[in-house]
């Protein structure tokens, strides 16, 4: 991409350039590199413009968790070589479409889902990378499973055909106390090197958003889900009869 001016680029173009200066900077105050950092834009409810302009600015991994709105991207944009993760809450009627058009998938936190994965990606791709969601904060509302029920379920994904398990996604409660953000972050870390240590190749922690990455990047995260920091805030999401059944969908 040619040079430009600060003053002739995209509102979307100038935002990812912060964003990725906001991961470079947290990664070096605790000694990380930042390529060992990746940026997912969290494109959901987006329209195909935004994702395009993105991509100019040398964006790849985008985001999704409507299950149809993922599917229509993937065609719609195929062209272009991205790497789509679905992120959040899956309904068992909907792996199906995931399985076929997704790269990666967040937020698996019942064996059920995870089998149906397994069934119904196609043998010719890649095996799909997955991380299981896990509820570091105890809350009723959210999904993912208990971190004490974590360790079963990583073994029974991993031995699953078709699907590769990368490592574990939380979406913590927001707080302002960033010691106790801190530690919930923590809490996924230690998980990920207990399991490690019981022989599951695990490389993965999707966690950190929009407003508390630099926490997230502390603790190990390798995957961050930015959503609001690149595109703005979102009006108020119509609620389809998609999301009536899986809930509101997670803020990044």
């Known amino acids: 991409m040619k040079n430009q001016k600060f003053g002739d680029m995209t509102p979307i173009v100038v935002a990812l350039r912060t964003v990725r200066t906001r991961i470079d900077t947290a990664a070096r105050a605790v000694e990380r590199d930042p390529a060992s950092i990746c940026l997912l834009a969290v494109s959901k409810t987006r329209p195909a413009s935004d994702i395009r302009a993105a991509f100019g600015a040398g964006q790849r991994a985008f985001g999704e968790n409507y299950a149809s709105e ?73 999904g993912g499973v208990p971190p004490n029920e974590a360790a079963p379920l990583a073994h029974a994904v991993a031995a699953l055909p078709r699907l590769c398990l990368r490592g574990f996604m939380c979406v913590p409660e927001p707080s302002e106390d960033q010691s106790q953000l801190r530690r919930r972050f923590a809490l996924l870390r230690q998980l990920s090197e207990q399991l490690r240590a019981e022989g599951l190749a695990l490389d993965t922690l999707s966690m950190g958003m929009s407003h508390d990455l630099e926490t997230a990047i502390a603790e190990g995260a390798t995957i961050v889900r930015v959503g609001t920091a690149i595109f703005g805030e979102r009006g108020k999401e119509v609620k389809t009869a998609e999301t009536a059944k899986t809930g509101e969908p997670v803020s990044q």
């Open 70 to 142: 993922v599917a229509e991207k993937a065609a719609s944009l195929v062209g272009l070589g991205l790497e789509w993760h679905f992120i959040g809450s899956l309904q068992g009627n909907k792996t199906r479409v995931v399985a076929e058009c997704c790269d990666w998938v967040h937020g698996i936190d019942r064996l059920k889902i995870a089998e149906r994965l397994s069934m119904q990606r196609d043998t010719s791709r890649p095996p799909l990378q997955v991380c299981l969601q896990v509820n570091v904060s105890g809350e009723a509302s959210k």
